[in-house]
């Protein structure tokens, strides 16, 4: 498969309606569908500086007009590679008066950060995307999934719209004991905050359920708030729900300050994110680990005996990767598996490619299938597969129903999707069996 | 014995630059300027202000002529020329002619300091109607109107809502002869659009470009403030014509990373003027008997590591005589001459 993949087509403008009426007749003809198509003229006289204005009086909008036009940022943008954006081409769409207030393209960035990271300039989307957005949905123009996605947010503490009550439901099959900080408050070392995924989806679960068995076995002292646990709500966040997301935040640091915890350990790259990054700034300063990082810490104390014999590739989450610098915890663990055979996609690490979940993108499935010509799971995929590998080891609860979704889609159910912590899980000698190396 | 004496012709910054060295040696200079005043191209155009760092042309090309004239060794003649020029190194019979008048003058080492014109946009391929349209000018009109501190469409004297900047006029075209890039045009029109955002409350600058050549420092110190800080509208795409419409003017060209066709309605258009070489440097040429290069500059004759030589021993070039440069280049190389040329004066080369 080339990098550059396959790209959409222009975007033609089809009138489902239009009509013209004859001035002496009276009489009106249909020219919806081919025929409006060269009706839209293809000369550029829009040019102002108004559109970049409004974007740039925006906090954090400053940066789109430093643009100079370099281009570095288009072949790493993982959504250029399947469709026509980019921050050069958003700039100049801008320039040449595009509203990007009102603009599908306000919602095709993912916040992957691969464009910061080679921007000459530091035309940073990161500041960008959420604050135009965030005037976006302000004005209620926002995409009616992604809407319908703060809505649950807001109303039940998470994302997938599910009863906070059950939040902590999945604990009941984990074979081990997890304790609930609201049933016993003594103080706890790891303070597990699951997130959304780990503690509503399914496969999340099963994730959830593997990572405190491992933490049992490694005697790690940990604890949940059950009930309690809001999402820390980092992709409503980037998605333009900052006002959501500050809410959640006042409620998040209530719960925390019931408890004595050493640290915070989440298997969400975008919590995680959050509370290293967006917290402090309003005075709120924890220890945070992602869990591959005290798994890590603690991978002495996991009994790997069990053999995987398996070649397995790693997909780098953009909030752990990228805008975290975190690439080697999850290596390093991949790397303790017995007869694990771990082969590196083309672009990992720094350059890692973007399943297109972050930044909202999670919930924006329906609406970008207009304008991608496939989804970045779906690309992302076809490059683990490329590799050899068998399994698709993932360390974000975004991931694994993504690519499970996207190695169907593209025919490659051979493709196993496994979380890191499922696979240390069965690479552990059952109980009683540890064997000390 | 010859007297040692230095001729500079030419009193602009890198003639003064070179009179400067050569008299701080204490060797006697002499300055043949053809106008009555030194200063050079930014006194005589009536710039404003100095790329990069938007001084006043005036105060600061002040500072540089009055020392050189409180220097009791340094003369200058003033509405003069040289009509002559024979000798060799150490010893030149200089010619110089000053309203009909005629005088001699021995000199041990010449240098040309006569610097560049700006190119006629008249002769543009581009129809760009310098000459048809009032309202379409050249940086150096731009200067002169930014110095006066009026900034006005010169068709009906109201502020421009709308100015744009046309690069590489008269540069980098093998039709027009001017293969070369003129170097500092995109410095200073990207120094011109901050002076024209400054001047006029809620204007739109437009900057069209093929390349942005912003060399060095100039980056920082120009082109990123341009753009990030004053809000100067960088559009890469050359204009290749200007119609009149609805008492405005619309530019045309194409939009090449959009890959469409752009028509812009402008109040204003200021034409990036590249360099050719002054009529002063042409005719020195010939009267001095140096070579010029292709597009008519003084060529040195052992770039790039001597720059100031000459295809004749003991004459120098300088500054923009030697094509395209920018004021860093002139005084340098003028600098660079003055101590050629002081020092052919004081080792008596040629007795």
């Known amino acids: 498969m080339p990098i550059g993949g396959r790209k959409q087509a222009p975007i033609v403008h089809e009138l489902e309606e239009a009509s013209v009426t004859s001035t002496l007749s009276g009489r009106a003809w249909d020219v919806s569908g081919q025929w409006n198509r060269m009706l839209e003229s293809r000369v550029l006289t829009d040019y102002s500086y108004e559109g970049l204005g409004k974007v740039a009086a925006l906090e954090g909008g400053e940066s789109l007009e430093y643009c100079y036009g370099c281009g570095k940022c288009v072949p790493v943008c993982p959504v250029d590679l399947v469709s026509e954006y980019g921050p050069r081409k958003l700039h100049r769409k801008v320039q040449t008066g595009m509203d990007l207030f009102t603009s599908d393209d306000l919602w095709k960035c993912t916040t992957c950060a691969n464009c910061l990271r080679v921007c000459p300039k530091e035309v940073n989307m990161i500041e960008i995307m959420p604050a135009v957005r965030e005037a976006a949905v302000l004005a209620g123009s926002v995409p009616e999934e992604l809407q319908v996605v703060f809505e649950k947010t807001f109303r039940y503490g998470n994302a997938l719209g599910e009863n906070p009550r059950r939040r902590h439901g999945w604990t009941k099959e984990a074979g081990v004991e997890v304790r609930v900080l609201s049933s016993d408050p003594s103080p706890v070392d790891v303070l597990f905050y699951v997130e959304d995924y780990w503690s509503y989806h399914p496969r999340g679960q099963q994730a959830a359920r593997s990572f405190v068995r491992i933490l049992d076995r490694a005697g790690v002292d940990f604890a949940i708030l059950g009930a309690e646990e809001k999402t820390i709500g980092d992709s409503q966040r980037l998605a333009g729900e900052k006002g959501l997301f500050e809410a959640l935040m006042e409620d998040v640091v209530t719960t925390l300050a019931k408890y004595e915890f050493a640290r915070i350990v989440t298997p969400d790259p975008h919590g995680f994110n959050a509370l290293v990054k967006e917290y402090p700034k309003r005075g709120h300063v924890f220890e945070v680990q992602h869990y591959t990082q005290l798994l890590a810490q603690v991978i002495d104390r996991i009994p790997l005996s069990r053999e995987i014999n398996k070649v397995v590739t790693f997909h780098d989450p953009c909030y752990l990767g990228r805008h975290n610098g975190e690439y080697d915890a999850p290596r390093t663990l991949l790397n303790a598996i017995p007869g694990l055979n771990f082969v590196e996609m083309g672009r990992c690490r720094e350059n890692a490619y973007c399943c297109g979940g972050g930044g909202g993108g999670m919930w924006l499935d329906g609406f970008n299938s207009n304008h991608l010509s496939e989804r970045l799971s779906e690309r992302r995929v076809r490059e683990a597969v490329d590799t050899g590998a068998e399994v698709l080891a993932v360390c974000c609860p975004y991931e694994v129903s993504r690519f499970e979704d996207a190695a169907k889609s593209t025919g490659n159910d051979h493709l196993e999707v496994m979380d890191i912590a499922e696979l240390l899980e069965l690479a552990m000698a059952p109980v009683g069996e540890e064997v000390v190396a | 014995m010859p007297n040692g004496r230095v001729v500079v012709i030419g009193g602009g910054p890198a003639g003064i630059a070179a009179a400067r060295t050569a008299a701080e040696f204490g060797v006697d200079v002499v300055i043949v300027e053809r106008l009555a005043y030194l200063g050079g191209r930014p006194i005589e155009e009536n710039y404003a202000s100095l790329t990069p760092y938007l001084r006043s042309a005036e105060e600061a090309i002040g500072e540089m002529v009055s020392p050189l004239l409180a220097m009791s060794n340094v003369s200058v003649r003033y509405e003069s020329k040289v009509i002559s020029c024979t000798g060799e190194k150490g010893d030149f019979s200089i010619v110089i002619e000053h309203r009909g008048e005629q005088e001699s003058l021995s000199a041990a080492s010449i240098v040309v300091a006569t610097g560049f014109s700006h190119f006629d946009p008249g002769r543009e391929t581009q129809m760009y109607g310098y000459y048809?349209?009032?309202?379409?000018?050249?940086?150096?009109?731009?200067?002169?109107?930014?110095?006066?501190?009026?900034?006005?469409?010169?068709?009906?004297?109201?502020?421009?809502?709308?100015?744009?900047?046309?690069?590489?006029?008269?540069?980098?075209?093998?039709?027009?002869?001017?293969?070369?890039?003129?170097?500092?045009?995109?410095?200073?029109?990207?120094?011109?659009?901050?002076?024209?955002?400054?001047?006029?409350p809620g204007v739109e600058v437009f900057i069209f470009y093929i390349d942005m050549r912003m060399y060095g420092y100039w980056e920082s110190q120009i082109y990123w403030p341009a753009q990030e800080k004053h809000h100067v509208q960088y559009v890469k795409g050359i204009i290749t014509e200007v119609l009149p419409k609805d008492g405005r003017l619309l530019v045309r060209g194409e939009d090449t990373t959009m890959g469409r066709p752009m028509e812009v309605p402008m109040d204003l258009v200021v034409l990036s003027v590249g360099m050719e070489p002054s009529e002063g440097t042409r005719a020195m040429a010939g009267v001095l008997g140096i070579a010029q290069n292709k597009y008519g500059f003084i060529e040195a004759v052992n770039p790039p590591l001597d720059t100031v030589s000459t295809s004749r021993p003991g004459i120098f070039a300088v500054g923009s005589a030697l094509g395209p440069a920018d004021l860093e280049d002139c005084v340098s190389t003028g600098g660079f001459a003055g101590a050629k040329a002081a020092s052919i004066s004081l080792a008596g080369v040629g007795v």
């Open chain 2, 132 to 200: 048809e349209f009032d309202d379409v000018i050249a940086l150096q009109d731009l200067e002169a109107m930014l110095k006066s501190g009026q900034v006005v469409r010169p068709s009906n004297g109201e502020a421009p809502k709308r100015v744009c900047f046309v690069q590489c006029v008269g540069s980098r075209d093998r039709q027009i002869g001017n293969e070369y890039c003129s170097k500092v045009c995109c410095g200073v029109a990207s120094k011109e659009a901050i002076e024209v955002r400054l001047a006029v």
